[in-house]
């Protein structure tokens, strides 16, 4: 059987920036779309109430199986308020790309330098401040992580293990089934090959393959 990926970009991004990951996940096997969504104006409750209509609009499409989700960054962030909010949507499971669980230094450097209205919106009282509800029991979640520091990082000060934009500290979540970290960016995680295997490793078995290149 086929399995079916739900990707979801980060902030100011668009769904489109997620084509490069999609298309290695096709590679891989998987069944890929993607899902937008306006990631610093609109709240929360706007995002999951357009990502539960499309996962029904799945669900109606193929009511015998289960849908998977990809988010990266902000993106993981928006899934873990929609599986509190909708865990009878949550069919498959979940991998997150660079999500800041714990909260991001990065942005709340930002809000502290008075820029987060034009750079965060309201992303940052909303998601990006640690204070997210728990995993829902019986959803599995499997976080990757980059440490290779090369991005905006060292312009606010992101001291530690990181991929450019957030720390590896700040990928863990409470009740997660697994986490992996690879040598690679924030952003150049998308077009990487390994990581794409290892979200494609974890969609089907619910834990991430040790090799070489993980630890």
């Known amino acids: 059987m ?26 891989q096997g998987l069944d890929v779309e993607t899902f937008g ?4 104006w609109q709240t929360h409750e706007a995002h999951c109430a357009a990502l539960a209509k499309a996962v029904e609009a799945f669900f109606r499409r193929h009511p015998q199986q289960p849908l998977h989700f990809v988010g990266h960054s902000l993106g993981g962030l928006v899934l873990r308020r929609f599986a509190a ?21 990065t942005a709340k450097t930002i809000r502290n330098k008075g820029l987060s209205a034009p750079l965060l919106g309201g992303a940052y009282r909303q998601l990006l401040d640690g204070n997210l509800p728990p995993l829902p029991e019986g959803v599995m979640l499997g976080s990757i992580a ?3 520091p090369m991005g905006v990082g060292r ?6 293990e990181n991929d450019g934009t957030v720390l590896v500290a700040e990928t ?3 009740g997660m089934a697994d986490h992996i970290v690879l040598p690679v960016t924030h952003t150049g995680m998308l077009n990487d090959g390994e990581t794409a295997h290892q979200a494609a490793v974890f969609l ?11 630890a």
């Open 37 to 40: 969504y306006y990631s610093v």
């Open 146 to 148: 980059g440490n290779a």
């Open 85 to 105: 909010a909708r865990p009878d949507l949550v069919r498959g499971r979940i991998v997150t790309l660079g999500t800041p669980h714990q909260g991001s230094h």
């Open 2 to 27: 086929t399995e079916h990926v739900l990707l979801l970009h980060g902030i100011h991004m668009h769904a489109w920036t997620m084509f490069p990951f999609a298309r290695l996940l096709k590679q």
């Open 204 to 214: 089907r078995q619910g834990s991430f393959e040790r090799g070489q290149k993980a």
């Open 155 to 160: 312009l606010f000060g992101l001291h530690g």
């Open 172 to 174: 863990r979540c409470g």
